[in-house]
């Protein structure tokens, strides 16, 4: 089955600055690449995902990259604020099966 | 619309008892899922599934039972709860695999 590892598992960065988040993922096969942002106390909540026939996605401060060859895909966070302080997870799923496997996990922590 | 409903918010269970965690959705959804969430493990799954009256196995499967007996809503069950699981619960549905999964608020449980 499919296994996604996620780095770093704790990141602290300062107001303004940028922020990264790496996955990699082992089956080859996996097309879908999610990541959710989870607030305390609240469940996971959708921020941006990626398929694999692109490269990169935008969305305002965030971007997603994939790199289908070596197996990785990132979530880049620009001009961070207090607000973007939460738990991030990455996940990946291959259209023929039917669930989603996530990463562990990164705590993001933006100091004023 | 509720989105993702779940209930309880909070149990605290004996070693041997047992509950039933329950999940609805208001969103039509096909697809729904059961997730435990432990310190640095992530989102696991524990059972889902892709229709109303089917189930299926997720990783961690031991010790729970689930159905599916109406589209809106997917129980969760431990027939004799255990102190390993001790976790918080999330719900999620979407309406296909590589759509968007909304989580619901989590179930924290305690068993001791």
């Known amino acids: 089955g499919e296994n996604v590892e996620q780095h770093p598992s704790t990141l602290s960065v300062q107001e303004g600055d940028s922020a990264v988040i790496k996955c990699t993922y082992s089956d080859s096969a996996s097309n879908y690449f999610p990541w959710y942002k989870q607030e305390l106390g609240k469940g996971p909540q959708l921020i941006i995902d990626i398929r694999s026939n692109v490269g990169e996605k935008k969305d305002q401060r965030i971007a997603v990259t994939l790199n289908k060859t070596a197996k990785h895909f990132s979530l880049h966070i620009t001009e961070t604020q207090p607000e973007d302080s939460a738990v991030y997870f990455c996940?990946?799923?291959?259209?023929?099966?039917?669930?989603?496997?996530f990463g562990t996990g990164t705590r993001l922590a933006v100091r004023p | 619309n509720a989105g993702v409903t779940q209930t309880p918010k909070f149990r605290v269970l004996k070693t041997g008892q047992s509950m039933t965690l329950l999940c609805a959705q208001d969103?039509?959804?096909?697809?729904m899922y059961w997730y435990r969430q432990d310190p640095g493990m992530g989102l696991r799954l524990i059972h889902y599934?892709?229709?109303?009256?089917?189930?299926a196995k997720g990783e961690v499967p031991d010790g729970y039972n689930v159905s599916r007996l109406k589209k809106q809503n997917f129980l969760l069950g431990l027939e004799s709860a255990a102190p390993s699981q001790t976790s918080v619960y999330f719900c999620?549905?979407?309406?296909?695999?590589?759509?968007?999964?909304?989580f619901g608020p989590g179930t924290r449980l305690l068993v001791l």
């Open positions: 599934s892709v229709g109303e009256g089917t189930t």
């Open positions: 969103m039509n959804h096909e697809y």
């Open positions: 999620a549905s979407s309406s296909d695999l590589q759509e968007t999964q909304y």
């Open positions: 996940a990946a799923s291959e259209s023929s099966g039917d669930k989603l496997t």
